[in-house]
């Protein structure tokens, strides 16, 4: 970093807030992707007015800044691909306000997603959005990336529950997106704009969260299917069915081999579970659903049907499922978790398709996911070491992104584009669509100084 | 409109879908609002298509395109203030699609909003957003506005429910937005931006929408109150208590009062009512949801409760707030339907402010609304006919509005800007906010041919 900007950031955050150390480069050049490239140095900020001094600096100097919160992104959108500055916001940790009567909780971006769950739990208030990395993610890089969860089926993802932003732009200047009320058509939707939008076209300093009252009753239960069209049929009628499960997950035959040579957990090894949980005020509204949710099972040729008595059981229930990410983890010396998403009755097809590439490109592929929202996580196993493997393995990606698409999907359901999809962009957008984000990307940030390289937004 | 033009519009749509006869310039001149201004020609049209050639066409002659479905909004955004073509979408009104498995539903923007709840009905599913105008208003126009309704403080608007759009730019390029998945975080969110964007930036001419099961059990209650600090302590307590009621509905004294003066309802003449009703699939559940209700109208001094014990008598407790807007419509020459929203406990505070305001400006204002999502409509009775009342009637809209942005709140919950609103938008966004929106307008719309003068993006 050239002296004379090292000495302008230090005035700005403070000497302790500065750092261009060796480890902490190495620390910032990645996230939970397979990228990796270090930056020129990396500031704690505390306040929107440190962004946008830093923001005014780097916009001037053309130096590309990096907006980052706890790194647990799965497609690279916080590696520094160009160098640059790394803005870390955990520093800006603060729960600003809880206002229950409003039903609204006001956080500053470094807040883990946990501290704000558990602030709201006296309450009896949660954050509905609930992504896997919940004790280490930032509620700023959920927002950034719209992230989502088992619970997207019933309760949709963040971008539903972002009511208002304080937001500085590649200019320095502030502005706030957005209300404190539960509802407004006042302008245009600026604060949707930004949720999802990787830190590319602004740096959010603060986020007004709609909260839900969190429902007291749960009912757990799962089905195993020998047959994956059998499965995908119960996903169907269970929505025919007239309720909205709380969640719908699946768990594809590769993953539930793998768990089993992994753990004790002895699952049936057949071609697909389903795990469903209800929710509700009432164990009598809990149990309707969950019901519906049987009579469909029943339908559809199941090998086994397992429901919980109690909550000890629900949580056994959950093990083959929670452990699905760290379990395949550990298979291979590499792996990268897909997240592509499909219309809910494509998805006995998606998982076919998932086998056949697997076959084609001669590596292992185990799929889990949201069924109830259409979300699948195909993670691929690999030898990152081997570049055999490695080429295989991008094969392999790149033929995903074409199934979900041609079955009528998108890219990503929850982790977002970053550098990971960004050669995919074109085949789910159409080129006037991809115009007309880089041209929004051009409006805001004509010096592309703010995470560059992302989303492709510069072709 | 300029013989060549008019000879170009005829070739794009047929003779038989254009006009510029005086009976229909008039009847374009006007929507639900006070505002009024005739076009110079109007056109049907049928396809995608045909809104490109017609966007070309104005876009290289600088010529005004006003997009109208049903002309139902209350703040002037179908009134062609500038003159031009009046694009009517109503008869691109098909259901293309309704996949229950897939729980969505692909319209055309003409559809009336009723038309796609009695398709949907047959299948136990609904589109929550329910505007007061349902029987008249089309979903393109529900989309444009981000409409709401009485279900918005359980359900939300419009936006929530958008999954993806077909669009047309001004310059006649013609993109998809979105998927056709439950979710989706790919590239920026360039649905949400068009939503509620007034016919400002695009016209839209295919909307995916999310749906969802009905829920088949609902219990309803009101209760009255002398005091109006009673009644918004209760709003804010039935937030607390850990449940969310589909509706819960208020009455303002003075609405009461035009109510029992035009009507036989007999209303007790307290300073407000509330109306809750919760729902779900079983009658425990919503019993247990509507008695946390009652013990809060229990602790706040109600004069009265009621609680429906049949659908028959859950009609009747209905039958107040309903008839509401028609019954305050008839009072004087003219109305306006103000849509003020702030946060939830700061009702009681709006409210009182609504009062100081009447009498300073000695204006009868009734004000009822969503008091679950801090939506209210202040209903300002005027004789249009008497300058010194208009003059005062825009005294008191301006006080309004001054005061819902003092509380933390919004111009528009759910009927958007317009004309009428467009001078205050300053009082709500700062001038970096103001300044990003008119850019993202001519960004999309250089020539600024789409409903010009609207949303105050001109200054």
Same mark, same amino acid.
């Given at each position: 970093?050239?002296?004379?900007?090292?000495?302008?950031?230090?005035?700005?955050?403070?000497?302790?807030?500065?750092?261009?150390?060796?480890?902490?480069?190495?620390?910032?050049?990645?996230?939970?992707?397979?990228?990796?490239?270090?930056?020129?140095?990396?500031?704690?900020?505390?306040?929107?007015?440190?962004?946008?001094?830093?923001?005014?600096?780097?916009?001037?100097?053309?130096?590309?800044?990096?907006?980052?919160?706890?790194?647990?992104?799965?497609?690279?959108?916080?590696?520094?691909?160009?160098?640059?500055?790394?803005?870390?916001?955990?520093?800006?940790?603060?729960?600003?306000?809880?206002?229950? $009567? @409003?039903?609204?909780?006001? /956080?500053?971006?470094?807040?883990?997603?946990?501290? =704000?769950?558990? &602030? +709201?739990?006296?309450? %009896?208030?949660?954050?509905?959005?609930?992504?896997?990395?919940?004790?280490?993610?930032?509620?700023?890089?959920?927002?950034?990336?719209?992230?989502?969860?088992?619970?997207?089926?019933?309760?949709?993802?963040?971008?539903?529950?972002?009511?208002?932003?304080?937001?500085?732009?590649?200019?320095?200047?502030?502005?706030?997106?957005?209300?404190?009320?539960?509802?407004?058509?006042?302008?245009?939707?600026?604060?949707?704009?930004?949720?999802?939008?990787?830190?590319?076209?602004?740096?959010?300093?603060?986020?007004?969260?709609?909260?839900?009252?969190?429902?007291?009753?749960?009912?757990?239960?799962?089905?195993?299917?020998?047959?994956? $069209? @059998?499965?995908?049929?119960? /996903?169907?009628?269970?929505?025919?069915?007239?309720? =909205?499960?709380? &969640? +719908?997950?699946?768990? %594809?035959?590769?993953?539930?081999?793998?768990?089993?040579?992994?753990?004790?957990?002895?699952?049936?090894?057949?071609?697909?579970?389903?795990?469903?949980?209800?929710?509700?005020?009432?164990?009598?509204?809990?149990?309707?659903?969950?019901?519906?949710?049987?009579?469909?099972?029943?339908?559809?040729?199941?090998?086994?049907?397992?429901?919980?008595?109690?909550?000890?059981?629900?949580?056994?229930?959950?093990?083959?499922?929670?452990?699905?990410?760290?379990?395949?983890?550990?298979?291979?010396?590499?792996?990268?978790?897909?997240?592509?998403?499909?219309?809910?009755?494509?998805?006995?097809?998606?998982?076919?398709?998932?086998?056949?590439?697997?076959?084609?490109?001669?590596?292992?592929?185990?799929?889990?996911?949201?069924?109830?929202?259409?979300? +699948?996580?195909?993670?691929?196993?690999?030898?990152?070491?081997?570049?055999?493997?490695?080429?295989?393995?991008?094969?392999?990606?790149?033929?995903?992104?074409?199934?979900?698409?041609?079955?009528?999907?998108?890219?990503?359901?929850?982790?977002?584009?970053?550098?990971?999809?960004?050669?995919?962009?074109?085949?789910?957008?159409?080129?006037?669509?991809?115009?007309?984000?880089?041209?929004?990307?051009?409006?805001?940030?004509?010096?592309?100084?703010?995470?560059?390289?992302?989303?492709?937004?510069?072709?």
């Amino acid at each position: 970093m050239d002296k004379k900007i090292k000495q302008s950031l230090i005035d700005i955050v403070g000497e302790e807030n500065y750092t261009d150390s060796l480890i902490d480069m190495v620390s910032y050049s990645y996230d939970a992707s397979e990228h990796r490239h270090r930056p020129s140095c990396g500031v704690w900020v505390k306040s929107a007015e440190q962004v946008s001094e830093i923001l005014k600096l780097a916009n001037r100097e053309h130096i590309p800044v990096i907006p980052r919160g706890a790194g647990t992104g799965l497609c690279g959108m916080a590696v520094p691909v160009s160098g640059g500055i790394i803005l870390d916001l955990s520093h800006m940790n603060k729960i600003l306000k809880i206002s229950i $009567e @409003d039903r609204l909780a006001i /956080v500053q971006p470094g807040v883990i997603y946990a501290e =704000l769950d558990k &602030a +709201l739990a006296p309450h %009896g208030f949660f954050f509905p959005p609930d992504p896997a990395s919940e004790k280490v993610c930032t509620l700023g890089g959920n927002v950034a990336t719209n992230a989502g969860g088992i619970r997207g089926a019933k309760y949709g993802t963040t971008r539903d529950y972002v009511l208002g932003l304080k937001v500085v732009l590649p200019d320095g200047r502030v502005m706030r997106t957005g209300s404190n009320t539960m509802k407004s058509v006042s302008g245009y939707d600026l604060t949707k704009l930004f949720v999802g939008s990787e830190g590319t076209l602004v740096v959010i300093t603060e986020i007004t969260f709609k909260i839900n009252p969190k429902p007291t009753a749960t009912t757990t239960a799962l089905a195993t299917f020998d047959k994956l $069209e @059998d499965a995908g049929r119960a /996903v169907s009628q269970i929505t025919y069915s007239g309720i =909205l499960p709380r &969640a +719908l997950e699946i768990l %594809g035959r590769h993953t539930i081999l793998a768990i089993n040579q992994n753990t004790d957990l002895n699952l049936p090894e057949v071609d697909a579970m389903l795990l469903a949980e209800t929710d509700g005020y009432t164990k009598e509204e809990t149990d309707y659903q969950m019901k519906k949710i049987i009579e469909v099972f029943k339908k559809n040729n199941p090998k086994e049907i397992k429901e919980a008595k109690s909550e000890e059981e629900a949580a056994e229930l959950w093990l083959a499922r929670k452990s699905s990410y760290a379990v395949l983890a550990r298979i291979k010396t590499h792996f990268v978790l897909e997240d592509v998403t499909i219309p809910m009755a494509r998805i006995a097809d998606m998982l076919k398709g998932i086998e056949a590439i697997m076959e084609r490109h001669n590596i292992q592929i185990a799929t889990f996911g949201h069924a109830g929202d259409g979300n +699948l996580h195909p993670q691929i196993l690999y030898d990152g070491y081997d570049p055999e493997q490695v080429k295989r393995k991008e094969a392999a990606s790149a033929e995903l992104f074409q199934l979900a698409v041609e079955l009528g999907g998108t890219l990503s359901g929850e982790h977002g584009i970053g550098l990971s999809k960004a050669p995919f962009m074109t085949l789910e957008h159409d080129p006037v669509a991809m115009d007309v984000m880089r041209a929004i990307k051009r409006l805001f940030d004509p010096n592309n100084i703010l995470n560059p390289g992302k989303m492709a937004l510069e072709a």
